[in-house]
């Protein structure tokens, strides 16, 4: 547990803490179960106050909601790599909307061959952070996921001062495999 274990205060008592954490842990399967069984690849860890993980799949075809009250699908184009981003809270699992995500993938040289920032995915199974991205093809990279802290306002003095500090993490050796779904 972290540094910010939550704990009963004014604003939460122990049941709302402990559906936290049923909420939490119903994620955190939904997030192994795409990483292991849905996607090409992936993997998670924990850093400072979160768990990130990641699972990379084919490109694939996404709504984009136009701003005028309509929907328009969009095809991959030459994109061949979806890579989805999990940002979740390390003591109870939950899922942290609002941060900004970015990812630099670099192949196996240490050469930069893609950078993006990761906008937030509704998907019908689990909310992440993702986008589709072009590499040059199949191969080992390495991903390196940077988490900015959300910049919306936190409830209870107690357990409030969280999601403060950007972190850093590196996946090395990923097996990527491009192409389109």
């Known amino acids: 547990m972290s540094q910010h274990g939550k704990t009963t205060s004014e604003e939460v008592d122990d049941r709302q803490l402990e559906l936290a954490r049923a909420e939490g842990e119903a994620y955190q399967r939904s997030l192994r179960y795409m990483i292991e069984e849905v996607a090409h690849t992936g993997d998670m860890t924990e850093a400072d106050e979160y768990v990130v993980g990641f699972a990379q799949e084919e490109a694939e075809g996404l709504y984009e909601f136009t701003g005028d009250g309509e929907f328009a699908w969009r095809e991959p184009g030459d994109d061949n790599c979806h890579l989805e981003v999990a940002v979740a809270d390390v ?3 939950r899922f942290v909307p609002g941060a900004e995500v ?3 993938i670099a ?4 050469e930069e061959v893609e950078a993006a920032t990761l906008p937030l995915l509704w998907h019908p199974g689990l909310y992440h952070y993702g986008a589709n991205l072009r590499l040059p093809g199949d191969g080992t990279y390495t991903i390196e ?3 900015e802290p959300p910049t ?3 409830h209870d003095e107690e357990n409030g001062d969280r999601y403060g500090e950007p972190v850093t993490v590196t996946f090395d050796d990923v097996d990527l ?3 389109q779904s």
């Open 177 to 179: 495999k491009t192409g």
């Open 145 to 147: 996921v940077r988490v």
């Open 107 to 110: 192949d196996g040289d240490g």
């Open 102 to 104: 970015s990812v630099r």
């Open 91 to 93: 003591d109870d699992g």
């Open 152 to 154: 919306f306002h936190r």
